[in-house]
């Protein structure tokens, strides 16, 4: 039983786990933000494509 209390109390590595915790949030934050964005970019690229393509 004592074992589990010292392991229930135990917090090191916490702050790694929460260091994990923000990057995992502000993964989803630019995963959602550039899915609008990303149709807009290959947009603009396919435009600069196709006016190097016509220019002579």
Known sequence: MEMLKRFWN????????EYGLI???IAV???VALGPLGEQI???FTGVKDDLVQTP
């Open 42 to 44: 290959a947009t603009l």
């Open 23 to 25: 990057i995992a949030l």
């Open 29 to 31: 934050v630019v995963v």
């Open 10 to 17: 135990d917090e090191e590595g916490q702050g790694m786990v």
